[in-house]
């Protein structure tokens, strides 16, 4: 039977669903948050000298701990955000955000940076908290396309960021930085307190759900956390490769190549989505030959255009694996508590990415720049291989609403 979701703690009547402005409203929000987030680590070893660390060692170490202690967090805050609502936990995330960026902003020492960023990690997690709200407002492809776009506005600050930041430096030092990046997710909940509480009806039977089972849905973070790894472990040493590959290429050459994958993932996402809505299983697996593909070619590149054509492979891998997560994701959450589900999902991403950036320092101190895509290319090709054995343990492709939420 159809049963009405319970009502959620507001002053404002749950939306059935969400506009397409409304949703655009959002996917801006989450861009402005992870501008920040994603455009001053790489400035840490520029950042750490006046912190009392002259030859930023701790820049390492200090580039995950905002990841590390976001997955710790993820979780709970998934599940208050169930209890309390969702747009309560996501203002929350927002303005955790901005405290966190001026008390980064303001230290003086190295102890009180390191507390701003572990604050950073805990009291943000605005991925979670932006799926969580999405998912209990929209529903199928509505919510997978939501989802898609969401990767865009995190795609587009990883690219952008860096650059605004790198050219703000002269006039402004990435420290003192961080107060300026305070006021935009401070913006974002001022934003943010426009939208409506998100509520929508679940199905379920009496004290049983219709929704994916529970081993799907282990499959489907297991896909996130391998696909993560193989993605990003290639990421922190890539720079380094080129320069090795092509001495004396210029910094900004590096940099776009740097920022390929991502650029593809802005300029097809939308159209990998409608082509893989109906299978994204065959999609996945797809994604994951693409990304090692991708990967192995860094081996033999020794001239930019090899980079590029390599770049651009990984890039389609890329874009397709993450779409085929978002449709997966969507369909797992048809009568769930979204704030549980994205939150665990948050934790295996996040998992991925602090297992990728420390396997990538092993192996690189042991072997060099080149070590961290083969781990990705055997990464890759392992998940290849599982989705095309067991791709019926993934979840299916949730069926369109008979309302959809987006309009």
């Given at each position: 039977?159809?049963?009405?979701?319970?009502?959620?703690?507001?002053?404002?009547?749950?939306?059935?669903?969400?506009?397409?402005?409304?949703?655009?409203?959002?996917?801006?929000?989450?861009?402005?948050?992870?501008?920040?987030?994603?455009?001053?680590?790489?400035?840490?070893?520029?950042?750490?000298?006046?912190?009392?660390?002259?030859?930023?060692?701790?820049?390492?170490?200090?580039?995950?701990?905002?990841?590390?202690?976001?997955?710790?967090?993820?979780?709970?805050?998934?599940?208050?955000?169930?209890?309390?609502?969702?747009?309560?936990?996501?203002?929350?995330?927002?303005?955790?955000?901005?405290?966190?960026?001026?008390?980064?902003?303001?230290?003086?020492?190295?102890?009180?940076?390191?507390?701003?960023?572990?604050?950073?990690?805990?009291?943000?997690?605005?991925?979670?908290?932006?799926?969580?709200?999405?998912?209990?407002?929209?529903?199928?492809?509505?919510?997978?396309?939501?989802?898609?776009?969401?990767?865009?506005?995190?795609?587009?600050?990883?690219?952008?960021?860096?650059?605004?930041?790198?050219?703000?430096?002269?006039?402004?030092?990435?420290?003192?930085?961080?107060?300026?990046?305070?006021?935009?997710?401070?913006?974002?909940?001022?934003?943010?307190?426009?939208?409506?509480?998100?509520?929508?009806?679940?199905?379920?039977?009496?004290?049983?759900?219709?929704?994916?089972?529970?081993?799907?849905?282990?499959?489907?973070?297991?896909?996130?956390?391998?696909?993560?790894?193989?993605?990003?472990?290639?990421?922190?040493?890539?720079?380094?490769?080129?320069?090795?590959?092509?001495?004396?290429?210029?910094?900004?050459?590096?940099?776009?190549?740097?920022?390929?994958?991502?650029?593809?993932?802005?300029?097809?996402?939308?159209?990998?989505?409608?082509?893989?809505?109906?299978?994204?299983?065959?999609?996945?697996?797809?994604?994951?030959?693409?990304?090692?593909?991708?990967?192995?070619?860094?081996?033999?590149?020794?001239?930019?255009?090899?980079?590029?054509?390599?770049?651009?492979?990984?890039?389609?891998?890329?874009?397709?694996?993450?779409?085929?997560?978002?449709?997966?994701?969507?369909?797992?959450?048809?009568?769930?508590?979204?704030?549980?589900?994205?939150?665990?999902?948050?934790?295996?991403?996040?998992?991925?990415a602090v297992a990728a950036g420390a396997v990538a320092a092993l192996v690189n101190s042991?072997?060099?720049?080149?070590?961290?895509?083969?781990?990705?290319?055997?990464?890759?090709?392992?998940?290849?291989?599982?989705?095309?054995?067991?791709?019926?343990?993934?979840?299916?492709?949730?069926?369109?609403?008979?309302?959809?939420?987006?309009?």
């Open positions: 039977m159809t049963v009405t979701a319970p009502p959620e703690p507001s002053t404002q009547a749950p939306a059935a669903g969400l506009s397409r402005r409304q949703v655009q409203a959002v996917a801006g929000c989450y861009f402005v948050a992870s501008f920040a987030a994603l455009g001053l680590p790489p400035y840490l070893t520029a950042i750490l000298p006046g912190l009392g660390d002259p030859h930023g060692r701790w820049a390492g170490l200090l580039y995950i701990v905002p990841t590390v202690f976001s997955a710790l967090g993820a979780l709970l805050w998934g599940r208050l955000g169930d209890r309390f609502g969702r747009k309560r936990l996501l203002l929350r995330a927002q303005l955790g955000l901005s405290v966190s960026f001026l008390l980064a902003g303001l230290a003086d020492s190295l102890w009180a940076f390191t507390l701003a960023l572990v604050l950073q990690g805990f009291l943000g997690g605005t991925f979670a908290a932006t799926n969580g709200y999405l998912a209990a407002a929209l529903e199928g492809p509505g919510l997978s396309k939501a989802l898609t776009l969401m990767q865009g506005g995190a795609r587009a600050a990883l690219v952008a960021a860096p650059i605004l930041v790198g050219a703000l430096s002269p006039w402004l030092s990435p420290h003192r930085q961080y107060v300026v990046m305070a006021l935009l997710p401070l913006t974002a909940a001022v934003l943010l307190t426009r939208l409506p509480e998100p509520g929508r009806l679940v199905s379920v039977p009496p004290k049983r759900s219709t929704g994916t089972p529970s081993s799907a849905l282990w499959a489907l973070y297991g896909a996130e956390f391998a696909f993560v790894f193989a993605t990003i472990v290639s990421f922190p040493y890539l720079i380094a490769l080129v320069e090795q590959r092509v001495p004396g290429l210029n910094s900004t050459v590096a940099g776009l190549l740097f920022a390929l994958p991502h650029l593809c993932y802005l300029l097809l996402a939308s159209r990998v989505h409608t082509a893989v809505l109906h299978r994204p299983r065959a999609g996945l697996a797809l994604g994951f030959v693409l990304v090692a593909a991708g990967l192995a070619g860094h081996a033999p590149a020794h001239s930019v255009a090899a980079f590029a054509l390599t770049r651009l492979v990984l890039g389609l891998g890329m874009t397709l694996g993450l779409v085929c997560l978002a449709v997966l994701a969507a369909a797992a959450a048809h009568g769930r508590a979204p704030g549980q589900m994205f939150g665990t999902l948050e934790l295996a991403s996040k998992g991925g042991a072997f060099g720049p080149g070590a961290p895509v083969l781990i990705g290319t055997a990464a890759a090709l392992t998940a290849a291989l599982c989705c095309a054995l067991r791709s019926r343990s993934l979840p299916r492709s949730a069926p369109s609403p008979s309302n959809p939420g987006s309009r």
